[in-house]
């Protein structure tokens, strides 16, 4: 997919898409006020509920499309970003991010998308899927390495539970950028994602 391609796409996306789920929810919701029957509000209330699921769902389709328009910015206000879209779309969570002083502001390229997109699907676990309240998400130097961590305070998931395809693509995107990844989780005690990223030769210069 060319870049002009996927920019058509996130906007029509965008501007068409999203727009028709918003009218079909308004309009639902007008049918619910004037149902008579019980039976039929609840089903038309579940139809408005599946359709703002769908919503929501297209929307981190458009963010996940547009991120990598962001490769030529700064990488830590890239992250905050993605942080303050996070938190858009989980009001109920507190999701705080602690930046160290030595980690470089310059872009990161492609890098720096792949570490975008294991934070962004740490955030969307632990949004969907932790039952978290607190998420924190840090990013600090090691020598010539990146360390980031995205903790949750969740239910985490213990050995006889799957944590889902998540971790498998998280560990995929490390392994492409020479990256160590790990995730540290049990039942009840939240969830830390790990990862050490070797730096692009010249970004610390």
Do not use: C, W
């Not at 509000?41 to 929307?59: N, P, S, W, Y």
């Not at 030595?102 to 872009?107: H, I, M, R, T």
């Not at 950028?177 to 050490?196: C, D, M, N, P």
């Amino acid at each position: 997919m060319t870049e002009a391609e996927r920019k058509r796409i996130t906007r029509d996306l965008h501007d068409g898409v999203l727009q028709d789920f918003s009218y079909t929810t308004a309009a639902i919701g007008m049918m619910v006020l004037q149902a008579k029957d019980a039976k039929l509000r609840e089903q038309l209330q579940a139809a408005v509920e599946a359709v703002r699921r769908g919503a929501q769902g297209l929307r981190e389709v458009v963010n996940d499309l547009r991120l990598e328009d962001e490769e030529d910015r700064p990488f830590p206000e890239i992250v905050g970003a993605l942080v303050r879209r996070s938190q858009t779309m989980a009001q109920r969570v507190e999701i705080s991010l602690e930046v160290g002083e030595q980690v470089p502001s310059a872009p990161l390229g492609e890098t720096g998308t792949q570490v975008l997109r294991i934070i962004q699907e740490a955030l969307t676990n632990a949004r969907r899927h932790s039952e978290a309240t607190r998420v924190s998400v840090s990013l600090e130097m090691d020598r010539s390495d990146l360390l980031v961590e995205v903790s949750d305070d969740g239910r985490g998931f213990g050995s006889e539970s799957s944590p889902g395809v998540g971790p498998s693509s998280m560990h995929e995107r490390a392994a492409l950028i020479g990256a160590e990844h790990e995730i540290e989780s049990e039942g009840e005690q939240g969830t830390r994602v790990r990862l050490r990223v070797p730096l692009p030769q010249g970004v610390l210069e």
